[in-house]
């Protein structure tokens, strides 16, 4: 399945200076994952060849993805139980474990070139919790980090996934951030291989949210932190 792409406002194609660099911001509204897989590895080709970072934000219909370091004991389903519901399962070139995409779950695919930040995967992953961090504070939710361990929390749960893949110095997949996510679907899996219960906005507040306002939020925290924390390398 392809993109929809919605006209006006964040959707559709836009962009926004970050330094010296252009990001290209697309919308690709709900997208089957290796569709969307596809045009990450495009977009990583295009930066390697001198093209300005993107920032991809999008949902995905229901998918397991195995990162590269995931085990498949951590699937909590038959696989004929899973084709039957009809929920693909993916192996990726991701850090990290397993994990869960559904409609409801904003996904955030930034493709820029550390090289042009910095050469440190830990420094980028902060980058990419603090996007989050602060996204959810704009709903009033508190969150916080777990010494030791990549992603953001509520309390003891889970709201916020990173795995990412770098070639290059230039960055793919991204993180996934519950907003209205149907937290079941969870069941279906050890996330991340963790015994841990994930959460969403929408639990957390007890009413679903705007996802085109929370995707323009994401927008602007994830270009303003990008251009206050990165710097040139020579």
Known sequence: ???????????????????????????????????????QKAAVQGVLSGHGPYLFLCEHPPVITLGRLAESRHILISADALKQRGIPVVAIDRGGDVTLHAPGQLVVYPI?????????????????????????????????????RTGVWVESKKIVSIGVGVKQWVTFHGLAININTALPLFNLIKPCGLDVLMTSVQQVQGAAVDMLDVKRLCQRHCLRIFAAGGHRIS
């Open 1 to 39: 399945m392809g993109a929809s792409r919605r006209e006006g406002g964040l959707c559709g194609i836009m962009t926004e200076k970050n330094r010296d660099n252009q990001w290209t911001v697309e919308d690709w509204d709900v997208i089957d994952y290796n569709e969307a897989y596809a045009r």
């Open 112 to 148: 820029l070139n550390l090289k042009n930040y910095r050469r440190d995967l830990r420094w980028y992953l902060d980058k990419l919790e603090q996007v989050a961090i602060d996204l959810l504070k704009d709903f009033d939710i508190l969150t916080c980090r777990l010494p030791g």
